[in-house]
């Protein structure tokens, strides 16, 4: 058996009834009726739909990792800062017991929310958004935060790049913070090794810095704002207590990333025990299997493609990030996954980089951050006008693209030769003209924007296929606001004619209202694929046998042999997870008689079987803590702990094996020094 060390005061602090979230108000909802139902819409008049694909570049730090110490052993805890036992007031809450489900998908460009009741969870509501300045109207709305210059919240989407730009033509917009497209900061954290936290910063459009996780609980709190507003407004107040709430993440969000968004969930006045996160290609893949007489772009219906056996790849192509898994459809309609959620970061993001990138070829790099900086309206007029020729269905010829004449006067002042001249220098010469407030280039340069992107996704999606476990997948669901974009479609199509490529209408939609379904039944996805291998670090008493020499230190305290830094394995990658099945049972030991209060240090790690989890590979994901103040039995008292990973968030239950009573125990993957 494993036992464990006492800690140092590097512990983190334990959730308390003091830092609980606060439930929210409540308004008594009223049954939505055929009175006040959104008007349905049909294919002669649905509205324009704002796609999540295409963005302009997010601005971002990309900080140095962190390094993590390989000497985080598990260790005694004091009694003030004891994980909180769970309650009858406090424990989560079923979502059938809920009048209604709201699901929030924040996107990297756009952000929505979704509802329908408990009575009839598959009419779901999407509520129109107006762009203001267009006659625009879509069911997103960009994700864009305004703040005043004592970091109050202002405004959010539409309305918040409509008050900036009047900010910035009136040069008053340097104290004000506008954040747009922050939701890749997270990845980007993820992706450069560094330990994400509560303390994690994100940059504004002109560098300010500001907490991320406040940034996005301003964010989630305008869209739950939102929905009770408008039922207020209307007459139809609902009660927040009845609702059940889902959140979306990208399924290649690592743990870290998940529990972020669920304390930015908290700080906005969402109830931890009312919200269950719901990864977007899981959601999409719901979607489209309970609609079954919808019909897709190809004309066809989807009865073939989710009866039972049958395996299709999920390809959620959102803003930010590429999601990809494979589904196989189950007798009940159940769905399992038979490879594990992968991807990257080659969303429209991506296309708007090259674009720019384009530009800076022409100009600099100085210039482009220079006119960014001290043009901001105009600059973000470019990128909106970009945003809508990526969305567009056209074959012509030549691609005309809008952009304020003091771009090339701005450039002409700091250069002896004009911005057509310096084109004609470069390798756009024959591609590209300069004709007063437009550019006009041949479609062969615009579509070479998508090149990057889609050979990108291309590859992954053969990777994938090439996989034994998932033999027999001959269909790719495309679903995410990217997957809208024809270009993408028929890269995907011409890579892979041996596969029916099959798109949902309003596939940029399918994410927010699948995520509605999940939240009606979470046991609909029956399992899924460990990313990772996950352990816990501890210690045992050193063998002679099986652990390296080097690797034996003497207590003090007690004076025996010990052999830290051993990897106790849970789950190995590649394991098929049931849901609401425990995975890898193990009993742990206290190192001393009085030991209270013990903290595990969890590690993941590609490899099947790590031995010690400073090895390659490995990386600390965070800290379990387990209540053992019941100290009867001294160094015989044993708690055994189990994690089940099949859900879309890691949980865990410990309890004490010797009176079988239920000992409290909860992750903490946030903070800095875990």
């Not at 900010?167 to 004000?176: G, R, T, W």
């Not at 960014?372 to 970009?386: E, G, P, S």
């Not at 700091?414 to 004709?435: G, H, M, R, V």
């Not at 790690?605 to 387990?626: A, I, Q, R, V």
Request: hydrophobic share 35%.
């Amino acid at each position: 058996m494993s036992r464990l060390p006492k800690k140092g005061d590097n512990r983190p602090v334990a959730v308390s009834d003091n830092n609980r979230p606060v439930i929210a108000s409540d308004n008594r909802p009223v049954a939505v009726s055929d009175n006040n139902r959104p008007v349905a819409v049909s294919d002669n008049n649905r509205p324009v739909a704002v796609s999540d694909n295409n963005r302009p570049v997010a601005v971002s730090d990309n900080n140095r990792p962190v390094a993590v110490s390989d000497n985080n052993r598990p260790v005694a805890v004091s009694d003030d800062n004891r994980p909180v036992i769970a309650r009858d007031d406090n424990r989560p809450v079923v979502a059938s017991e809920k009048l209604f489900v709201c699901a929030i998908d924040f996107g990297t460009t756009y952000s929505g929310y979704a509802y329908s009741t408990r009575q009839n969870p598959i009419k779901i509501y999407c509520p129109h958004w107006h762009s203001g300045s267009t006659t625009l109207i879509s069911y997103k709305t960009p994700t864009t935060v305004l703040l005043d210059e004592q970091m109050n919240f202002l405004a959010f989407g539409y309305e918040a790049e409509k008050k900036y730009l009047e900010l910035a033509e009136d040069d008053a917009s340097d104290d004000f913070y506008y954040f747009r497209r922050f939701k890749m900061i997270l990845y980007d954290k993820l992706r450069s090794g560094e330990r994400l936290s509560t303390k994690t910063t994100v940059s504004d459009i002109i560098g300010k810095e500001m907490l991320a996780v406040d940034v996005f609980s301003h964010a989630i709190k305008y869209l739950k704002d939102h929905l009770l507003k408008e039922h207020k407004d209307r007459g139809t107040s609902i009660k927040d207590l009845d609702i059940h709430w889902v959140l979306t993440v990208p399924a290649i969000w690592d743990d870290p990333a998940k529990q972020f968004m669920r304390k930015a969930a908290e700080k906005a006045g969402i109830d931890s025990n009312r919200l269950v996160i719901a990864l977007e290609p899981e959601a999409a893949s719901i979607l489209c299997k309970e609609l079954q007489l919808a019909k897709y772009e190809d004309g066809s219906d989807s009865i073939n493609v989710f009866s039972p056996g049958q395996r299709y790849l999920v390809l959620d192509a959102g803003g930010g990030t590429i999601d990809m898994t494979v589904h196989e459809v189950k007798s009940g309609g159940k769905l399992h996954e038979l490879s594990r959620a992968s991807g990257g970061d080659w969303g429209g993001v991506l296309v708007d980089k090259t674009f720019k990138q384009m530009l800076i070829d022409i100009v600099g790099e100085e210039f482009m951050e220079e006119y960014c900086r001290f043009n901001t309206a105009d600059y973000i007029d470019v990128l909106r006008d970009f945003e809508i020729k990526k969305r567009e269905k056209s074959e012509t010829k030549l691609v005309t693209l809008k952009i304020s004449p003091t771009f090339s006067e701005n450039f002409k002042k700091k250069n002896s030769k004009s911005i057509s001249q310096k084109t004609k220098d470069t390798k756009y010469a024959k591609l590209l003209k300069w004709e007063g407030d437009k550019i006009r280039m041949d479609r062969e340069l615009f579509e070479s924007f998508f090149t990057p992107s889609c050979k990108h996704i291309v590859d992954h999606v053969g990777e994938i296929l090439s996989n034994p476990k998932v033999k027999g997948t001959k269909v790719i669901l495309m679903v995410g606001g990217f997957s809208e974009s024809a270009i993408l479609q028929d890269a995907v199509r011409k890579a892979f004619p041996e596969c029916r490529v099959v798109v949902p209408h309003e596939a940029g939609l399918a994410v927010l209202k699948g995520a509605v379904l999940f939240g009606h039944d979470q046991s609909v996805v029956a399992s899924r694929v460990a990313k990772f291998t996950y352990g816990i670090g501890c210690s045992e008493l050193f063998d002679p046998k099986k652990h390296d020499p080097k690797r034996k230190t003497k207590d003090k305290r007690d004076g025996k042999e010990r052999c830290h830094c051993i990897f106790s394995k849970h789950v190995e990658a590649g394991d098929v997870l049931i849901l609401n099945e425990d995975q890898g049972k193990h009993v742990y030991h206290p190192i001393y008689a009085d030991q209270t209060t013990i903290s595990f240090p969890v590690y993941t790690s590609k490899e099947p079987n790590p031995m010690y989890t400073d090895e390659p590979g490995c990386n600390l994901l965070g800290t379990l803590e387990m209540d053992i103040s019941d100290i009867t039995g001294g160094l015989e008292r044993g708690f055994e702990a189990k994690f089940q990973f099949g859900g879309t968030e890691i949980t865990v239950s410990a309890r004490n094996v010797r009176t079988n009573e239920t000992a409290a125990a909860e992750f903490n993957f946030l903070d800095d020094e875990p």
